[in-house]
């Protein structure tokens, strides 16, 4: 065997493949953007048949790329957006609508309604989540509901629904295999964590059928193979995680203790918690990080919607930057005599807040405030926001270590300035690592250790290599005025 191993990254913006070597190095990369969609205020979809076309595109790029044939690769690993989902016609796999996105909120009144009824405790237990939108079991409720005779379909078995996982791997193997993974499951609001089954108190509650639900097996597991006239040959499905789990598992975080925190468009911390389910009192998620031989580790997470996305605020819409890497220059020149703030709640706050009300505000504002202030403050947001999931996290669990190492990945990270401000906002080193794909690393991992080609989980984590450590270097005067700063700029913003 090869030791080739595909992974498919399949993210909000975009699908990317990347096939790395039996030595774990990258030997190419394809990635295609895909349209957003925007129907309504708060509304936020995509086109599944654009993610499938776009994930074969790229699949077939990376490969001719690389200079090898689908014989070559000895496991593909998928990693995916999650809560995004899409139902589906069991018969001809066409779609029956748009994929609903993890960032839309339309399903906000059927989840007051449910809080209202008393349900979000019971809920919270089974699944470790909260009754928000964000989640995909209102969003696969509000389908049926919304597609003409989509409710009677679904209880006939005609349909089916799934993560974006569930769907690459329903069209990947020719409609022989419906499956997702342990982690995507756990974000669905469907799947009882502890119990590791779909859970029928629950299906009842939020009113979705059975016979839609995906058969959840291990992260590394047998998930069929890929049709023969897709790339020539068969290739065999081995791993799926979603993404904020695969980087968990490609920043090799599997001690208990161990985080890690991806700045993509959104922020996600995951705190490893081992095989101890930790209930936070600080509305911070219970999460699966990974099943594997059946055995479950869990975790505390930290969702936040907007870290990069500010990035993209400050470009497209202020306009005070051409290129997301000049925001951190920018930062650099601004005055530290203003205390500039920016509470980024374009789409509500997510932990430790949920508040899906609350709108972006700026606090501190003077004559002389310019975009050098705007852009540290949209960077220091950041910063602020993962020091408040921190100190949740403390909060939450003893297990979650005095002296944090952050280990960081996402695109975010590529900016040295805003690694550091968040080391000195922590006062806690952050770890950037030399393989940056880790969401990818993950997946592939997961492929290619099933696949019998890549090293076993201690071996692999020991290759984990670091690029950069950024240690705290602000004065604790300076730090504890400006975390108060932001604590009074997000109560101000809080819609309640
Ligand atoms: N040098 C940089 N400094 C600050 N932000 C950056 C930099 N490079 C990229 N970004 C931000 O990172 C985000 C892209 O990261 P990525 O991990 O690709 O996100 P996603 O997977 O959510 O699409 C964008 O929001 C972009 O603005
Ligand atoms: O596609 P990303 O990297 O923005 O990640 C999205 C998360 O999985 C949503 O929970």
Known sequence: MSGYVLAIDQGTTSSRAIVFDGEINIVAVAQKEFAQIYPASGWVEHDPEEIWSTVVATMRDALKKAQLKAVDISAIGITNQRETVVVWDKATGKPIHNAIVWQDRRTAPLCAKLKKAGHERRISAKT???LDPYFSGTKIAWILDK?????RRAEKGELLAGTIDTFLIWRLTGGKVHATDATNASRTLLYNISANEWDDELLTLLRVPRALLAEVRDCADDYGRTEKALFGDEIPILGVAGDQQAATIGQACFEPGMMKSTYGTGCFAILNTGPQIVRSKNRLLTTIAYRLNGKTTYALEGSIFIAGAAVQWLRDSLKVIQKSEHSGILAAKADDSQEVYLVPAFVGLGAPHWDAEARGAMFGLTRNSGPAEFARAALESVAYQTSDLLSAMKRDWKGAAAKTVLRVDGGMVASDWTMQRLADILD??????????????????????????WPKEKAFAKRWALDRRFEPAMDATTRKRKVAGWHDAVSRTLSR
């Not at 597609?147 to 409710?151: D, M, Q, S």
């Not at 770890?431 to 250790?449: F, H, M, N, Q, V």
């Open 147 to 151: 597609v003409k005779g989509a409710r």
């Open 428 to 453: 806690a080193p952050v770890d950037r690592p030399k393989i940056l794909e880790t969401t990818a690393l993950g997946a592939a991992w997961l492929a290619g250790s099933r696949a019998g080609v």
């Open 128 to 130: 470790g989540l909260l």
